[in-house]
């Protein structure tokens, strides 16, 4: 009869061990970690987390250059929840993993004692950055593993995430036996238009692509970047777009791209019937205002259309 308190009270520890699988971070006989031109780091971060998203490969390789995109999605390990994480190496810091002296050489380990806040299973990865306030980095690296060892350690289980079985690096890249970050980079054109636009569920479902027309409107992303008109309120190019009478009988799409907008290329068409389409060349008739003639004569229909393009 005395058996129950025992296995009341082997029942009860495993349940408090539930709150406490432990990670370790190595990269001790696995890839090592370098800058994008090669050189080892003096300083960085090292963030261990899951990215919260059906498809992260084609989230962070289009947004892999702006962190407070990527960040938005992240849910770091040991990070800002008291005694959440601790660190088996000198030099780090308690929340936070930072990279301790090792990185120096390219090296890094690490120890998480509470992965707690993720259900067990859940795909982990680790963001490889050059500043030890991550926020400020100027490279990083995102990299992963197809092992299902990658992942949230079970109620009493651990869990070790070496760089040996690294196979996925979603940002930066693999040279021989390292893997080096990749430089940040600031969107520019159309890319920092959508970045500016749209919030992150939006850039990441595709509603901010070049082609598409969130708003429906009748006008893709393309022509609202270039003309200037919001892409998720339905609206007209206005006087930017339309067709104007330039004598009696001579009719032009004329068009008036907002300036900065060269990353996009404008190619016209012509056509009598809707079926057979023609290019056509639009001359610029003033500064930024560019025209393309429709076949003229008695009874002639005419179209015209744009279309947009990304070198
Ligand atoms: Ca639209």
Redesign the pocket.
């Known amino acids: 009869m005395k058996l129950l308190p025992a296995l009341f009270s082997l029942f009860l520890n495993g349940v408090s061990l539930s709150l406490a699988g432990n990670l370790t971070i190595n990269s001790n006989a696995g890839l090592q970690v370098r800058d994008s031109s090669g050189a080892l780091i003096s300083g960085g971060a090292i963030r261990v987390g899951f990215l919260n998203l059906e498809s992260p490969r084609d989230f962070i390789t289009e947004n892999a250059s702006d962190f407070a995109q990527i960040d938005a999605y992240w849910t770091p390990l040991a990070e800002g929840s008291p005694n959440g994480g601790t660190v088996a190496q000198a030099g780090n810091t308690g929340q936070t993993l930072i990279v301790n002296d090792q990185f120096l050489e390219g090296d890094f380990f690490g120890q998480i004692t509470n992965v707690a806040s993720l259900p067990q299973g859940t795909k982990l990865f680790l963001w490889l950055l050059n500043d030890a306030d991550p926020s400020e980095a100027s490279e990083w690296a995102i990299v992963s593993s197809s092992d299902l060892s990658w992942s949230v350690p079970s109620a009493i289980g651990s869990t070790t995430l070496s760089t040996n079985d690294v196979d996925q690096i979603f940002r930066g890249s693999r040279v021989g036996n390292e893997i080096r970050l990749s430089p940040k980079e600031s969107p520019s054109g159309f890319d920092a238009w959508a970045v500016a636009s749209f919030n992150f569920a939006q850039l990441a479902d595709g509603e901010a692509d070049f082609s598409?027309?969130?708003?429906?409107?009748?006008?893709?992303?393309a022509?609202?970047y270039v003309f200037g008109?919001p892409?998720?309120v339905?609206?007209t190019p206005g006087a930017r777009f339309g067709i104007e009478q330039s004598d009696e009988a001579e009719f032009s799409l004329v068009y008036r791209p907002l300036p900065g907008r060269s990353d996009v290329q404008i190619s016209g068409e012509t056509s009598s019937d809707l079926r057979g389409w023609s290019p056509a060349n639009a001359s610029e008739i003033t500064p930024g205002t560019f025209a393309i003639s429709l076949p003229s004569g008695n009874g002639t229909r005419a179209f015209a259309r744009l279309k947009f393009s990304r070198p």
Do not use: H
Not at 212 to 221: E, L
């Open positions: 598409a027309d969130p708003d429906g409107d009748g006008w893709t992303n022509t609202e008109t892409p998720l339905s609206s």
